[in-house]
Nanobody
């Protein structure tokens, strides 16, 4: 079992940057692919980015590609989401998740979830 705790959210102006972190417990972190999702008020949770177990492969939602970067440090049991050129429409609660199926973009395909961290981008 994996427990996930996100941090790094906050309030930032449009055009600014934030880096989210997700710390995982347990010794099996490197056996999971990791993803980031977000949920804006009144909207369904949506896929943002994912990274393979060793970190060599990544993929992104079209809305964030070129602005966000996902990375991981298996020695620290941590996955990151660097968010640049933030827009007001990026405002949401951001969740990290651990899963077993590479290529998964639907939240039901992930097994473990953090509690989320709020990101608010002001215009």
């Amino acid at each position: 079992q994996v427990q996930l705790v996100e941090s790094g959210g906050g309030l930032v102006q449009a055009g600014g940057s934030l880096r989210l972190s997700c710390a995982a417990s347990g010794r099996t972190f490197s056996s999971y692919m990791m993803g980031w999702f977000r949920q804006a008020p009144g909207k369904e949770r949506e896929f943002v980015a994912a990274i393979s177990r060793a970190g060599g492969m990544t993929y992104y939602a079209g809305s964030v590609k070129g602005r966000f970067t996902i990375s991981r440090d298996n020695a620290k049991n941590t996955v990151y989401l660097q968010m640049n050129s933030l827009k007001p429409e990026d405002t949401a609660v951001y969740y990290c998740a651990a899963g077993s199926n590479w290529g998964a973009t639907r939240d039901r395909e992930y097994d473990y979830w953090g509690q989320g961290t709020q990101v608010t981008v002001s215009s």
